[in-house]
């Protein structure tokens, strides 16, 4: 059984920050990617950030210079530190991996979620 744990979500005022976080537990498995989504209410989900194996990075154009995604090694997972934060980062942000299990294969797995609200 594999399971993306994620925490660090809130509440924080314009111009803070925040840092997700996100684990990956279990065991037999090979990450290729992780990222994190998020979906507005009213909008459709968008990829916030990426990051592969080999440390490639890749952000949507509205958080780039503003959040970072980062590899957690300790725990197999990753990061997303958020600042600079504005209103319209306010949105349910979700943990994604990619991963490799022995004798399963390839499959997307989520998190459950965690909510930023962005307000002053």
């Known amino acids: 059984q594999v399971q993306l744990v994620e925490s660090g979500g809130g509440l924080v005022q314009p111009g803070g920050s925040l840092r997700l976080s996100c684990a990956v537990s279990g065991s037999n498995y090979r990450i290729y990617t992780m990222g994190w989504y998020r979906q507005a209410p009213g909008k459709q989900r968008e990829l916030v950030a990426t990051l592969t194996s080999g440390g490639s990075t890749n952000y949507e154009d509205s958080v780039k210079g503003r959040f970072t995604i980062s590899r957690d090694n300790a725990k197999n997972g990753v990061y997303l530190q958020m600042n600079s934060l504005k209103p319209e980062d306010t949105a349910g942000y979700s943990c994604?991996?990619?991963?490799?299990?022995?004798?399963?294969?390839?499959?997307?797995?989520w998190g459950q979620g965690t909510q930023v609200t962005v307000s002053s």
């Open positions: 994604y991996a990619r991963l490799l299990r022995l004798g399963i294969g390839e499959s997307n797995y």
